[in-house]
């Protein structure tokens, strides 16, 4: 099964609200990345958030980490149309160099 | 950077046949991981490489599938024989360090028919 796994599955917003997708993982990890993916491209890397950091910024998006609960989640404040995507979360774990993908949230904004 | 590079976009092929993708990662990047996305199953991590060295193949799906990785500026990954349930969009990414961000290439969608 896969290590991180996102809630929601899907998410429809309107266009200026805020969009938050959750992320939870099983393992001890060393980080947690979140990724973005475009309908029929790559994915690309948005933020990485360290073991021992608890949150992060990045222009409009908000990453927490608690690895007490071996959650995450990715804030994406006053969305856009061009935010619709699917957002992925991934965990690198401490035993090695795997990075394990979730399921991801296909996010949508509505104009 | 041209960033990663992958070969061919699209392949479709019989049932049987032999498939083989192809990777050309960021130049300086010693990490590189093959991954497969299907609906059903998601992405999967196949293999990666660190320093050209398979680390772990334990998402290779079985004996059909093989990746090399001959030296840092290319890897292959190669389906033989091919069947209708290898369907998928295989991805190939690399990152500068163990650890780092990921790369991704826009990928290979192979459709076996």
């Known amino acids: 099964s896969q290590q991180g796994e996102e809630d929601p599955q899907a998410l429809s917003i309107q266009e200026g609200e805020n969009a938050t997708m959750n992320c939870s993982y099983k393992t001890s990890i060393n980080n947690l990345q979140w990724y973005r993916q475009n309908s029929g491209r790559g994915l690309v890397h948005l933020i990485l958030?360290?073991?021992?950091?608890r949150e992060k910024h990045s222009g409009r998006l908000r990453v927490t980490l608690d690895t007490s609960k071996k959650s995450s989640s990715l804030l994406i404040t006053a969305s856009r149309a061009a935010d619709t995507a699917s957002y992925f979360c991934a965990t690198l774990e401490t035993s090695g160099s795997r990075l394990t993908f979730g399921e991801g949230t296909q996010l949508t904004v509505n104009p | 950077d041209a960033g990663v590079i992958q070969s061919p976009r699209h392949e479709v092929t019989e049932m049987g046949q032999e498939v083989t993708l192809r990777c050309k990662p960021i130049?300086?990047?010693?990490?590189l991981f093959w991954y497969r996305q299907t609906m059903m199953r998601g992405l999967e991590l196949l293999i990666y490489?660190?320093?050209?060295?398979?680390?772990?193949d334990s998402g290779m799906p079985e004996d059909r599938f093989s990746a090399k990785m001959p030296n840092a500026s290319f890897s292959t990954l190669k389906i033989q024989p091919s069947e209708p349930r290898d369907s998928a969009v295989y991805f190939c990414?690399?990152?500068?360090?163990?650890?780092?961000?990921?790369?991704f290439g826009q990928g290979t969608r192979l459709t076996v028919v």
């Open positions: 130049s300086g990047h010693n990490s």
């Open positions: 990414a690399s990152s500068s360090r163990q650890g780092a961000e990921a790369f």
């Open positions: 958030i360290r073991s021992n950091e």
């Open positions: 490489f660190n320093n050209n060295v398979p680390i772990d």
